[in-house]
């Protein structure tokens, strides 16, 4: 298994643009996370998905952020439009069924995304 | 609330040295704890959880109720620790629930 997939590894865009960050969770998980990593805050979480159903949105930063999980195999993390302060690491992770909070999650190798 | 405070941004020790990376919790239940770690160029993964009382590359941590810490410690640290760790705390909120992390501290091992 190769594990949770992220794409792109690293997106270099200018203010105002689009950008979609994409994972594929690990076969057979059904809880899906989105973090994002910086130097002042952290590893804050963004949103979470329960069989691609969003659980708690609370962490979004604002309305340019939006995240969706059309099936058990994919999500997505829109910003639009993006803006400098978002540059970050963004994480995908996901979790297997059964023993929630209590069980591992297993971590993306993240997307460095860096807005000019 | 519940929040996790992870005092130390970086944490300098030479090889050999003990090594104690703090954590503090807030949380009204009974906790859940969990220390993950990030080496250079890797994932971030799972290090230990308190449920589970072990040894992990020989890291121990033991949740103190009263002092609402879970410290994480190593009696002779290797340059191989040097690494970024994140002390997390279950939130039962929602279905499943996830975790709360902290913001992290960076072991620096110097040989």
């Known amino acids: 298994d190769a594990g949770v997939i992220q794409s792109p590894r690293h997106e270099v865009t200018e203010m105002g643009q689009e950008v979609t960050l994409r994972c594929k969770p690990i076969?057979?998980?059904?809880?899906l996370f989105w973090y994002r990593q910086t130097m002042m805050r952290g590893l804050e979480l963004l949103i979470y998905?329960?069989?691609?159903?969003?659980?708690?949105d609370s962490g979004m930063p604002e309305d340019r952020f939006s995240a969706k999980m059309p099936n058990a195999s994919f999500s997505t993390l829109k910003i639009q439009p993006s803006e400098p302060r978002d540059s970050a690491v963004y994480f995908c992770?996901?979790?297997?069924?059964?023993?929630?909070?209590?069980?591992?999650?297993?971590f993306g190798p993240g997307t460095r995304l860096t807005v000019l | 609330a519940q929040r996790v405070t992870q005092p130390e941004k970086l944490l300098s020790v030479f090889k050999g040295a003990p090594v104690e990376l703090k954590c503090n919790y807030s949380?009204?239940?009974?906790?859940?704890l969990f220390w993950y770690v990030q080496y250079s160029r890797q994932r971030l993964q799972l290090l230990l959880r308190?449920?589970s009382r072990e040894s992990i590359k020989g890291f121990t941590a033991d949740l103190n109720k009263g002092e609402t810490s879970f410290h994480l410690k190593k009696p002779f640290a290797q340059e191989e620790d040097s690494a970024m760790y994140y002390c997390?705390?279950?939130?039962?909120?929602?279905?499943?629930?996830?975790?709360?992390f902290g913001k992290g501290t960076k072991l620096s091992v110097k040989p």
């Open positions: 992770a996901s979790r297997r069924p059964g023993l929630g909070v209590t069980d591992t999650q297993y």
């Open positions: 998905f329960n069989n691609n159903v969003p659980i708690d």
């Open positions: 997390a705390l279950g939130n039962y909120g929602g279905s499943q629930g996830n975790l709360i």
């Open positions: 076969s057979g998980h059904n809880s």
């Open positions: 308190h449920i």
């Open positions: 949380y009204s239940g009974s906790p859940e």
